[in-house]
């Protein structure tokens, strides 16, 4: 865009950073990752930007072909949000980095970070991003706070939905702060069931294939390095604790 600070390299990484490199922008494409949105549902979910910035990035990353507005049925006048197919493009770097970022999530950020409920939609994502699929054809399902999602396997494949599934092998209770301490290790999920921030429910032989294809039963569970995977029943018992 005319008048706009750019790396003025020829590389691909500086030429993305051009487009999506502004602070806001990632975070804002985040937001469309789980879903179309309107201007005030993005506003409401990113704390510390106002409107007139996130205008701005709207603006800039509608122009570089990341992003498009469309209009809402019944409401002449509103507008909702979407990912291009060129936006969808960066899921899974994005997966990736957050993934990544999980390692730098400490006791500080726990205590005073905002967290959303729909953000463990993409934190599920990234937990499972290139890790080995069970073998098991299965679902399981999480309640986070007022958001539930789940896990999808079949055929050597996972796949990530929002809303509930159907007879899910296995369903996990919990808030949103206590979800994400458990992906970046602030919390062992052993002592969230233990202070009873989380409720697990289902067959305890799904509880540890999901709780492995998280990351969750590894020595070491800092991210690493991988090649990515192929992107209402009642439970039946509670679980075991998993570890």
């Known amino acids: 865009m005319k008048g706009k600070r750019n790396y003025g390299q ?4 500086a030429a ?5 490199g502004e602070r806001w922008a990632l ?6 990752l789980i879903g179309p949105a309107r201007f005030n549902e993005i506003l409401g979910n990113l704390p510390g930007l106002g409107p007139n910035l996130l205008s701005d990035r709207l603006r800039a990353l509608a122009a570089r072909g990341v992003l498009e507005s469309a209009a809402v049925p019944g409401d002449g006048r509103g507008r909702r949000y979407r990912l291009t197919a060129r936006g969808e493009q960066l899921r899974e770097p994005l997966l990736a980095l957050a993934r990544w970022g999980m390692a730098f999530l400490g006791e500080e950020e726990a205590r005073g970070g905002a967290v959303r409920a729909t953000w463990g939609i993409l934190a599920v ?5 290139g890790r080995p699929v069970p073998e098991a054809d299965e679902s399981y399902e999480f309640r986070v706070a007022d958001e539930t999602f789940h896990i999808e396997v079949a055929d050597g494949r996972a796949v990530t ?5 159907d007879a899910p092998a296995l369903v996990v209770v919990t808030d949103a702060e206590t979800f994400v301490s458990i992906g970046a290790e602030v919390r062992t999920p052993f002592e969230a069931l233990i202070s009873g921030r989380l409720r697990i429910e289902g067959d305890p032989q799904a509880a540890r294939r999901c709780v492995e294809f998280m990351g969750l039963l590894d020595a070491d569970r800092r991210p690493a390095a991988t090649t990515p995977a192929a992107p209402t029943g009642e439970p039946v018992a509670a679980a075991a604790p998993p570890g």
């Open 10 to 13: 020829f590389c691909g990484l």
């Open 16 to 20: 993305g950073l051009d487009v999506v």
């Open 27 to 32: 975070l804002i494409v985040r937001e469309l």
């Open 125 to 129: 994502q990234a937990m499972i991003h």
């Open 161 to 165: 939905r929002r809303g509930p599934a």
